[in-house]
């Protein structure tokens, strides 16, 4: 049967089969029998065993048919049969060719790609994962540094490993099918005539205890308004204290206030603040006065006097607390896991970046965020910080606070506390309480 007569009975009888043959190309030495073989091609499809008699059948029919002496349009049928009879792309023909025309053979290269051993395996980014999802995915520098103190100070040898890991590999496994199937990812101020507080930027000079203050609004809902979020910064050791009031008004700011500032253990110098009226006003005024703070307010046409927590409220207040309404009936609930839980992680728990100045070429000032650790520790390694301490405080009651449990674990202690907050909430999105519930109980479990 002639091959037209037999693509027939193919096509006729939708018949489908797999026979292997051995093929004997011998008596084909002309191009015209090569253009005729072409037409098989859309009958049968050939298959090679393996890449060694793939390569040394196609030498030999590159020497058979003397393809280096052929016209260009009788080359473009040896290939044509060539790549017929192996599933080879026309680029990879190619090389081959260039490779018989150089060396007049081609052999199967017997050299191993070189491959880097791998140094990270499942159970390391399962602990990255954990680690991600408990502090909610902070930048690679500070979750490095969480990592490392889990290892070295807290003596997980779990993360022995994980531990050397570098900020930038952090992020190249981010991206692995591991991280990403288990990993969880989330009006201008009035002025005022009132002359309280010196309009200037102060400047520590290295020193602890110059606060930066602001507040943070929870959203409003049928003309109600949510609970407020007071937020204080230490310039020099990142020490932050946030709180929660039902209003803004002398009322409530007064006491939050006051509790705010003693929860601090080391001696407040300076209150610094932007000009709006709840911190502007006799009362909080008449409360500094008596603890001999001085108080100073953001100066007009300079948006980086108060640029320090206003930027802990959009990485800290708001990836914990998010966007939603939040009833004021919550505000004493909230203010009393911020006291119990959210100030003690974010200071002896959580690394924050702290710059370092150095001059450019052209003379210019820069920073560079090299350096992480903790609010403590960065208290810590200052000279004599023992002399910045309140009267009854000692470092020996603070190393307790900081190293009773690992970063790790006290964000998870945190998480499960936000968690059964999060619960009480009305109106809180679905994907806000997927994550709460997600943390505090399918992955900490």
Known sequence: M?????????????????????????????????RKLKKVDDIFKFKVRN????????NNVLTHFGYFRLRKKDKGVVRSYIRMMTGMKDSQLSVLI????????????LNKKHTFKRKFYPV???????TDNLHQRPSAPCVKTILEREYRIHGKEAYGNISTISPA??????????????????????????????????NPYGRPGYLRIDSVHQGDLDKEKGVYHI?????????????TVERISEKYMLPLVQDLLEQYPFTILNFHSDNGSEYINRVIADLLNRLLIKQTKSRSRHTTDNALVEGKNGSVVRKHMGYIHISRGFAKDINAFCRNYLNTYLNYHHPCGFATIYVDKKGKERKKYDTYMTPYDKFKSLPNCEQYLKPGITLE????????KSDNDFAEEMQKAKGELFKNFKHVPQEMLTFTTFVSCHLLD
């Not at 890449?51 to 196609?58: A, G, M, R, T």
């Not at 009651?397 to 009773?404: G, N, P, R, T």
């Open 2 to 34: 002639n091959h037209t007569h037999l693509a027939k009975a193919c096509r006729s009888e939708h018949y489908c089969c797999m026979i292997k043959i051995t093929m004997d190309d011998k008596h084909i030495i002309s191009i015209a029998q090569l």
């Open 169 to 202: 590999h952090i992020y190249n496994l981010r991206k692995t099918r591991q991280y990403l199937s288990h990993s969880k990812t989330f009006t201008k101020t009035c002025a005022v005539s009132v002359k309280i507080g010196e309009r200037r930027k102060p």
């Open 231 to 243: 937020n204080m910064v230490d310039e020099v050791t990142q020490f932050e204290m946030i709180g």
């Open 124 to 130: 390391d980014i399962a602990l990255l994962v954990k």
């Open 51 to 58: 890449k060694k008699e793939k390569y040394q059948w196609i």
């Open 98 to 109: 260039n490779k018989k025309k150089t060396t007049g053979a081609i052999l199967l290269s």
């Open 397 to 404: 009651m603070l190393d307790k606070i900081a190293y009773a």
